[in-house]
């Protein structure tokens, strides 16, 4: 999979937990989930479930606390997916 | 004397109609809500059948945002937003995001038992080591506060915003909680209602109580048969009822229209003695918190121009009736107009004291009694106590002016709350 898909459906997963005065085309690879995009934190344990579904891996608890921007969660994503 | 209380806005969703215009015509004509539940069947229940309100054309986006929607909010959830969002704008009251909250406007709303299908599901997971999926919403969907704590989120409430919970009595104690409050000053304003989910999981506990009728599976329109004769117990129901309360200055002062005043009422409990049990009231504490009321609201039992009775369909409908009949010192014809709306919904439990508040309250806006449906039969036991003509089959134009409604409920519960029509001039 290329850097370039795994961007495509990070947005795709984020999207629909962006806030209302955040748009689609604000998800770019180095948004920060929390500070830039807004999405509350509550959301971004649903988001690593909506991950690791798509994905078909298992995200720890370090994985997560490494997950704060676009750009780390697709490292992270690759780092599994070739273990 | 506190401050007097009005209602200015309503909202409901119940198993016969979604939606206030919807719902007094149901009631006005008597239409059923009741129907077969294929899942219930599926899972060997004795009653199949149970009341559900339709949702299926409501737009849920214009009550949820889309991260709330993506969560699947169970069902009383859902019942509870329409009905309570409906009610604020009914009330013609806005929703402001970009603002401070509104320190003077505070939500009640009550519940049984919140997100039971989706309880089940986290157990499930919970059970099979993967607490780590449950996701975000599992504690917000299944806390029983969660259905206040969405409508004070939504609506931007500052004031308190709890839920109450009281089994069967749970819609008639929350409008008390909230008269009291704005009655001392404490707030200006409170949204009021209760919820109730749907489904085997919520009913399930009642069937095997054997207090559901079983003989009406392939004819549900017939089975809630609340003071007849041929009543064989309650229809489980579902749904949610909201009102708003408000001081009659606040709503004088931003012109709103009024429903009707609240004069008062009385909660109180049987102890479970004297006949009381955990499932059947005492007959004393029912008359005493039917005449607490009267004296609460500041009126003679003959002013009483009708009753909406809890009345659930069980052998119990005549030792209600005689309750009223003794606490009112009123019997055959002086005895005030009684029905319920259990007939067409069911008992919708935790929702029935709100969705019925509602329908009590657009009696006096009618200006009609709603007919009682299936009671052609009436239990001779109670007409023993009051005349026929007091138990309207159809609706009838008689414009009340005060309506006692009462609920009482499991834990040997009562509440009664008396409404009064206000002209809007005053």
Not at chain 1, 58 to 83: G, P, Y
Request: net charge negative.
């Amino acid at each position: 999979m290329t850097e370039s898909q795994y961007y495509q459906k990070l947005k795709s997963i984020v999207s629909p937990y962006l806030p209302e005065d955040v748009s689609v085309d604000q998800i770019q690879a180095d948004s920060h989930f929390i500070r830039e995009l807004n999405i509350n934190s509550a959301n971004l344990v649903d988001i690593v479930l909506d991950v690791e579904d798509e994905f078909d891996i298992v995200l720890e608890n370090e994985d997560m606390e490494a997950m704060q921007t676009v750009r780390d969660a697709m490292a992270i994503i690759e780092r599994k997916r070739s273990v | 004397m506190g401050k007097r209380v009005v209602i200015t806005g309503m909202g409901v969703c119940a198993p016969n109609a979604v939606g206030l215009e919807q719902f007094k015509s149901a009631l006005s004509s008597g239409r059923n809500g009741i129907h077969f539940q294929q899942e219930l069947q599926d899972l060997n229940f004795g009653c199949q059948i149970a009341g559900k309100p339709d949702i299926n054309k409501v737009e849920l986006n214009k009550y949820f945002n889309s991260v709330q929607l993506k969560s699947e909010p169970g069902s009383g959830l859902v019942y509870g937003v329409i009905a309570g969002t409906d009610a604020w704008k009914d009330a013609g009251l806005e929703i402001k995001n970009d603002s401070e909250p509104d320190w003077e406007t505070g939500v009640i709303f009550g519940t049984g038992l919140l997100g039971v299908d989706r309880f089940r599901e986290s157990v499930l997971q919970i059970d099979q080591g993967q607490v780590r999926r449950l996701g975000s919403t599992a504690v917000v969907h299944t806390m029983a506060s969660g259905i206040s704590a969405y409508l004070g989120g939504i609506l931007g409430c500052g004031n308190q915003v709890t839920t109450n919970s009281s089994a069967c009595t749970t819609g008639t104690e929350g409008i008390l909680i909230a008269w009291e409050r704005i009655r001392q000053g404490s707030a200006q304003r409170m949204l009021v209602g209760s919820t109730s989910d749907s489904g085997p999981y919520i009913w399930g506990g009642f069937d095997a109580l054997r207090i559901l009728p079983r003989a009406y599976n392939d004819n549900p329109g017939k089975a809630s048969r609340p003071m007849s004769a041929t009543a064989t117990g309650f229809v489980p129901g579902s749904g949610a009822g909201a009102l708003v309360l408000e001081s009659l200055e606040s709503a004088r002062n931003r012109g709103a229209r009024i429903y009707a005043e609240v004069l008062g009422g009385t909660v109180n409990s049987g102890g479970q003695r004297q006949g009381g049990s955990m499932t059947a009231p005492n007959p004393f504490a029912v008359q005493r918190c039917i005449q607490h009321s009267l004296e609460v609201a500041g009126i003679e039992a003959r002013e009483i121009d009708a009753i909406n009775g809890h009345l659930t369909a069980t052998s119990k409908d005549a030792e209600e009736i005689m309750n009223w009949s003794i606490a009112l010192g009123l019997r055959a014809k002086e005895f005030p107009y009684i029905n319920s709306f259990k007939s067409t919904i069911g008992h919708c439990l935790a929702a029935a004291g709100s969705i019925e508040s509602v329908g009590a309250v657009l009696q006096l806006k009618e200006g009609q009694v709603f007919g009682n449906v299936n009671c052609h039969d009436l239990d001779p036991a109670i007409e023993d106590i009051i005349h026929r003509s007091r138990v309207p089959e159809n609706t009838i134009p008689v414009s009340p002016e005060i309506i006692a409604k009462a609920s009482f409920g499991f834990g040997d519960v009562n509440a009664c709350v008396i409404f009064k029509k206000i002209s809007e001039e005053i």
